[in-house]
């Protein structure tokens, strides 16, 4: 496989919830974050989403005190940065081959729209099946619940996973409104999963080419160990 020094983001078109009428999408620090420490790297990146077109953005994660302790608030103030949300490609245009890795962030959002996509599925089952990175970050995990190998098992059976943790999901008041507890989800496939000692802890599970982080503050750390791997590649 020959290096490309390009990798894939994945994010998501939804933007609310189904139980109740609270606005979601991509929770931005979890783009943002793993932006600025591949693109440095030498990285560069397309995004794409399941029904591509413009990107919404979970309005929490751009009030003012959580741009300001995640640092976000350049990224966001950046035109040229934010117009990449705008209209994104279709995940069903995308080509394996133009990629070293891919990237799933979270926000709940991904909680709808991941699972759903068939597309999504088939892309994630190549592009670790042709030995590439595949990493994701706090809900973006939801995107290997559906991912079936060649030899007919789940992509996570067997292996070490983190993501977005049922505590956390209660002291984020949102318990009520995710369709489905994503820990819970990941074990039934028979994914060891594992979290940090405490809630929203930097948290990042490397299992070989798999590389999972639990929380929006795990970005960054999984875009060292992505980094990481595909410079040792």
Not at 56 to 76: Q, W
Not at 192 to 197: F, K, L, R, S, V
Request: charged share 25%; with cysteine.
């Amino acid at each position: 496989m020959a290096a490309t020094k390009k990798i894939l983001v994945i994010v998501t078109n939804v933007d609310e919830y189904r139980k109740s009428g609270m606005r979601t999408g991509l929770w931005l620090g979890e783009l943002t974050h793993f932006w600025d420490v591949a693109e440095p790297s030498g990285f560069s990146m397309d995004i794409a989403s399941p029904s591509g077109g413009k990107v919404p953005i979970d309005p929490e994660s751009l009030s003012h005190e959580v741009l300001a302790e995640l640092n976000t608030g350049k990224r966001y103030e950046n035109r040229r940065f934010m117009d990449l949300l705008e209209d994104t490609k279709r995940i069903s245009e995308v080509n394996v081959e133009d990629y070293d890795a891919i990237y799933l962030t979270g926000g709940h959002g991904v909680m709808f729209d991941f699972p759903q996509s068939q597309d999504l599925e088939s892309l994630m089952a190549q592009f670790y099946e042709t030995g590439r990175v595949v990493s994701t970050v706090c809900h973006g995990a939801t995107g290997l619940l559906n991912v079936t190998l060649s030899d007919g098992e789940p992509l996570v059976k067997g292996k070490s996973v983190t993501g977005f943790s049922w505590p956390e999901e209660e002291l984020a008041n949102r318990a009520q409104a995710v369709p489905y507890n994503l820990q819970e989800e990941l074990k039934k496939l028979g994914a060891n999963y594992i979290t940090a000692d405490e809630p929203f802890e930097t948290y990042v599970v490397e299992e070989g080419r798999l590389i999972t982080g639990q929380n929006p503050g795990s970005a960054r750390a999984v875009a060292e160990a992505v980094v990481r791997r595909l410079t040792a590649a």
